[in-house]
């Protein structure tokens, strides 16, 4: 089952690898995700799947909300996993 | 949630360079002391370093400077701070790095790096600082403009210490710390305050609720104690609540070891008693803790009939491993006074956790006449009393300290518990005991251990740091070869350390006082010896090569399935 996070951020060096870097630590697969640089915050979507393990979303929310510069984390769930056509 | 109170650095508007505003910074801040290790991308720093307030330890690798800091900002509370050059300082500061992360010490950790034009044209003792420290620092700062530099170590400083404390890092490009800049404003400082979190009032009514329901309650807490300053609330609680509580090696003198009810360290070299009570317990108090795989065994027959109240500064660790029925996140010391720790009718479960506890007690009467490391390590701590400070290396050693030592207080117990850093140990006593030059700090290392960071020795007498070593020897990489030995078929696979060197004479080269004590006879003696010592000294104590740790819990099984001797 795959997961949708929004995270809003603070746009600042590094800050993108910090967060796709921390979903991979903390054992998840990234499945997509979509980056909207605007005015003020920026905005990380990211579809992730868990690997094996006990690993809850909330626990991860929780720990990219500790990030600095993170704002917001909101969470979309059973997102339908989209196939290649070939 | 913090408050922040705006202060002010300077106003002054001449012109600095970014090195001395680096010094301004770490003045501002209180700094006392860095560990650190001079190199070309550091030097402007080190150049201007002369000139200021800040006392700088120079260790003989950088990866004492980050452990030296760890061990400081444990005892002190506040942020350690060390300072290595680009390349292979930067990454010989990695392991001490780490090391802090996964024990959530404040730390600033401050590198230099190569000058922004050269960066990313692999210039020499260029390194990507940056992204080799990202997964084990709460944040890092790559300066750009040295007119930043105020705002980024007030940030860093707040930062390492807010919330749930970590390792920070800033990377100084050359030409960012070589450049004179005109800070025309008052450089707006901010001093962090502390969090205040509100109390959820519903959490704490069913927390209650449970507790006075509950008929075999234990209190499990861990390192989490120490980091919120709650170790008045928690021993206030243990008091009025009268339950049983058993503590992670983190959280080892959190309560007094020796105060009736404690039970011990749970999990793989637990006490039978702490791990027994866990095993039957029906409420589980966890505070502070996180439900480490080496404190709980097996997780899914960890108190397997227990509902849990957790209760932790940090919210994502509520419920990462074990669902909580009652989640407290926030302010530890504030959530365990307001709990009222009224109980139910818990008598006779008190009366069982202490029979176990005395049924099982440590016994110290081992045959034969050579030293008994467990024995040595309890007369140590009782002899220097509530001043004492142990850090240990990691190995057989560490664990017979956690067992047999007593520790009035956190600070008492350094220990590298979520890394298990093996070198932890001597630059961690040099830390300790710059920190608090009043306390007995002791160093206990294994054979294994010490050699990583040997070199500190020098270190010692460079400042003549008063540190007694205690140097458990026993020619092998002891916990290796003890799994070798259980899980292993007794395959012996390189931990056979036959050439070792003469360690007391190795000291002595150093130009440190040093001694062996090889006769259980002898052990009164030695003892008072190492602690009577002035300056440095190192008790080189040779043990019998077969001694293992009791009791153990296999990897992967449940904390019931304890082996013996
Ligand atoms: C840097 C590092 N490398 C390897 C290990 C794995 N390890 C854990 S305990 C141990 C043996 C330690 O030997 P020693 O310091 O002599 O202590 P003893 O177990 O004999 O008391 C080893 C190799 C480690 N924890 N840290």
């Known amino acids: ?86 | 949630m913090t408050a922040a109170s705006p202060a002010t650095l300077n106003s002054r508007t001449d012109a600095r360079s970014g090195a001395q505003l680096v010094i301004d910074a770490l003045e501002h801040e209180g700094v006392r002391r860095v560990f650190g290790y001079p190199g070309g991308a550091i030097m402007p720093v080190y150049d201007a370093l002369t000139a200021s307030s800040l006392k700088h330890i120079l260790v003989r690798h950088e990866q004492a400077a980050a452990l030296a800091a760890d061990a400081w900002a444990r005892v002190t509370g506040e942020p350690g701070v060390c300072l290595a050059t680009s390349g292979p300082g930067a990454t010989n500061l990695v392991t001490g790095l780490a090391n802090a992360f996964m024990d959530c010490v404040p730390m600033v950790a401050i590198t230099g790096q190569v000058a922004s034009p050269l960066m990313g044209t692999d210039a020499f003792q260029e390194i990507d600082t940056f992204g080799i420290t990202l997964p084990v620092v709460k944040h890092s700062w790559l300066v750009r403009d040295a007119a930043d530099i105020p705002d980024i170590f007030a940030e860093a400083f707040r930062f390492a210490r807010s919330g749930r404390p970590g390792p920070v890092l800033i990377d100084l490009p050359k030409d960012v710390t070589q450049a004179n800049v005109t800070v025309p404003r008052a450089l707006a400082c901010r001093t962090a305050a502390r969090a205040v979190f509100p109390l959820d009032a519903k959490a704490l009514a069913a927390a209650d609720r449970l507790i006075a329901s509950a008929r075999r309650p234990v209190l499990y807490f861990g390192g989490g104690i120490a980091l919120g300053q709650a170790e008045g609330a928690l021993r206030a609680f243990f008091q009025r609540s009268r339950i049983p509580a058993v503590a992670t090696l983190k959280g080892l003198g959190a309560l007094p070891t020796d105060w009736p009810g404690f039970l011990g360290m749970l999990g793989m070299h637990g006490t039978r008693a702490a791990n027994t009570a866990v095993n039957d317990c029906d409420l589980l108090i966890c505070v502070g803790a996180r439900f480490d795989d080496r404190a709980t065994g097996r997780l899914d027959s960890f108190a397997a009939n227990a509902r849990v109240i957790h209760i932790d500064g940090d919210a994502a660790e509520i419920s990462k491993l074990r669902k909580a029925d009652v989640a407290l996140a926030g302010d530890v010391s504030a959530i365990l006074s307001a709990l009222s720790g009224e109980t139910g009718e818990i008598e006779g479960w008190r009366r069982t956790c202490a029979e176990n506890a005395e049924r099982w007690a440590f016994r110290y009467d081992a045959p034969g006449s050579g030293v008994y490391a467990p024995a040595l390590l309890k007369q140590i701590s009782a002899a220097a009393g509530d001043s004492f400070i142990a850090t240990c290396d990691v190995g057989q050693h560490q664990m017979w300290v956690a067992q047999h030592c007593r520790f009035s207080r956190p600070q008492a117990h350094l220990t590298s518990a979520g890394l298990g850093t093996m070198g932890y140990g001597l630059p961690a006593g040099i830390g300790a005991a710059l920190a608090e030059p009043d306390a007995t700090v002791v160093t206990i290392s294994g054979d294994g251990s010490i050699m990583m960071n040997i070199q500190e020795l020098a270190t010692l007498r460079r400042y003549r740091i008063p540190l007694k070593i205690v140097l458990i020897d026993n020619a092998q990489l002891g916990m290796v070869r003890q799994w070798q030995e259980l899980f292993y078929e007794e395959n012996f696979s390189e931990v056979d350390l036959w050439d070792n060197p003469d360690f007391a004479e190795l000291a002595r080269a150093f130009g440190i006082e040093a001694f062996t004590l090889d006769r259980r006879a002898d052990v009164p003696g030695a003892v008072e010896r190492l602690l009577s010592t002035r300056g440095p000294v190192l008790c080189h104590v040779r043990i019998d090569p077969r001694e293992n740790v009791w009791p153990l819990v296999p990897p992967g099984k449940s904390n019931s399935d304890m082996m013996e001797a």
């Open chain 1, 1 to 86: 089952m795959t997961t949708q996070i929004d995270v809003d951020f603070l746009p600042a060096e590094g800050a993108v690898v910090r967060l796709i870097g921390l979903v991979e630590r903390r054992g998840y697969e990234l499945d997509a995700m979509n980056y909207v640089p605007a005015p003020g915050t920026h905005r990380l979507s990211m579809v992730v799947r868990p690997r094996p393990g006990p690993r809850r979303i909330e626990t991860l929310k929780a720990q990219i909300a500790r990030l600095y510069g993170v704002t917001s984390v909101s969470e979309m769930s059973a997102v339908p996993r989209l196939e290649a056509a070939s």
